[in-house]
């Protein structure tokens, strides 16, 4: 994705001798491709619960990490996959009872229709995945994806991922749509935009003669800004695309597991039934698991047409993960927890509305939340240098944000399922001291 806050070269003047070291070890190693996070990237050795650690054995509250959304090395997900590992590994071509086991607690988060998993390893390869079925069921190739969506790094999605930078050109068969935000287009006409823009999307393929396969959105629309956008508001877009034959693909990679807290899942915010969904990064909180949950008329389709076979994907210690993943947010409240602790942490954040110009929105559905930064709350004008230096702030005082956006000036919020509002309160703490040395 487009790096708001990386780490350039100008950064490293700033770095201790073993800092450089380790960065010019890396760049040797790891090639240009790969992109640090802050001014002074964080060198991590352990990680436990909220908190992660740096070399020195100082602690950071972890505000973003999505991918161990339980928390650190949380020990029934550990000891689960530490007692599978012991006993068998291998691919999905024998029978297993772990991974029909796990099938069957994953489906039951979903509704009847949705009766079908298949299993890879990313999110980036569950939406290739959803693609590519979505192609083989229409027949058709055309996709419609926000304008700074992200869905992933496989070739064909990264080609629907136009936040990754202006190097990646969109093909001939995609056409994108204006993000809900509700803060600019005002919330009252989210739907109606959507909706429209859907429409105009749709025809102007049919006009180019391509014939439309799949709407893929991220329900929180997370790169565009964290946008969670009025509840309900996508019902009027989605039913037009799916009455002209495309496939809705439900993105839940980032928003999925509870992270918006009312739902299980963030498509369930807006009274829609997505015809694919995928999943990834918080799946395994940590191990390597994703997969797609689809509707049997499509998966079926798919499956009676194209082989399927992915090695890692749905191996025993990967679906040892993700059922005891489920166990801990039934077992401990993740999901009414995400809700709380959200609500609490998006009112404190609007608080500081009051004291700091510069926040000009403050948004979120549960542990999911956008706070954007403007020049001028009358113009809006988008304050891009600002957030950058917020963030850095408080990664120096000790909390991990990042920021997110085209205008790249919205703090983006995500914090680990297992906060608490002492948690909240130290991360609401650290925004309003950022902010204030920022404005002074």
């Known amino acids: 994705m487009s790096m708001i806050n990386g780490f350039t070269a100008e950064d490293a003047a700033r770095l201790s001798e073993a800092e450089q070291r380790l960065i010019e070890r890396r760049e040797r190693l790891l090639g240009p491709a790969y992109r640090l996070f802050y001014e002074r990237p964080l060198h991590a050795v352990r990680g436990e619960g909220v908190w992660l650690f740096d070399l020195q054995g100082r602690r950071y509250l972890d505000a973003y990490n999505n991918v161990v959304s339980l ?25 297993q009872e772990g991974i029909l086991d796990y099938a069957e607690q994953l489906l039951g988060t979903f509704d009847g229709e949705l009766n079908r998993v298949m299993f890879t390893c990313t999110g980036s390869e569950a939406n290739d995945l959803a693609l590519r079925m979505a192609r083989q069921y229409t027949g058709g190739t055309g996709v419609i994806i926000t304008q700074f969506a992200y869905h992933g790094v496989t070739g064909d999605i990264a080609e629907l991922s136009p936040s990754l930078g202006p190097a990646m050109v969109l093909p001939e068969h995609v056409r994108t749509i204006r993000a809900p935000d509700a803060y600019r287009l005002g919330a009252e006409n989210v739907s109606s935009v959507f909706a429209a823009d859907i429409r105009a999307a749709i025809a102007d393929m049919k006009a180019h003669g391509i014939r439309p396969a799949a709407i893929l959105f991220d329900g929180i629309f997370s790169s565009d800004g964290v946008l969670p956008g009025p509840a309900g508001f996508m019902e009027e877009g989605i039913a037009l695309a799916q009455a002209e034959g495309l496939l809705y693909i439900a993105d839940e ?23 694919i969904v995928t999943l990834g990064k918080p799946m395994g909180n940590g191990q390597p698991i994703a997969g797609i949950v689809g509707r049997s008329e499509v998966v079926d389709h798919f499956g009676r047409n194209m082989r399927y076979f992915n090695t890692f994907g749905g191996n025993p210690v990967s679906c040892a993960a993700g059922k005891a993943v489920l166990e801990v947010i039934q077992e401990e409240n993740l999901q009414q927890r995400a ?23 403050v948004r979120g559905a549960g542990l999911f939340l956008g706070v954007e930064l403007v020049t001028d709350r009358a113009s809006k004008q988008p304050a891009a240098a600002q957030a950058r230096k917020v ?21 983006k919020i995500r914090p680990l399922l297992a906060f608490t509002q002492e948690h909240a309160d130290l991360l609401i703490e650290s925004v309003d001291t950022a902010l204030s040395e920022v404005e002074r």
């Open 391 to 411: 963030v850095n702030h408080m990664r120096e005082n000790g909390v991990l944000i990042s920021a997110a956006g085209p205008l790249e000036n919205v703090l």
């Open 253 to 275: 990679v980032q928003p999925g597991f509870g992270r918006t807290g009312e739902c299980m899942w963030g498509f369930m915010r807006h009274n829609v039934k997505p015809d």
């Open 71 to 95: 928390g650190h090395c949380h020990p029934h997900v550990v000891e689960a996959m530490y007692r599978q590992s012991k006993q068998l590994n291998t691919h999905t071509r024998y029978l």
């Open 339 to 361: 809700q709380d602790t959200g609500r609490y942490l998006l009112e404190g954040l609007a608080r500081l509305a009051d004291r700091h110009e510069l926040i000009g929105d």
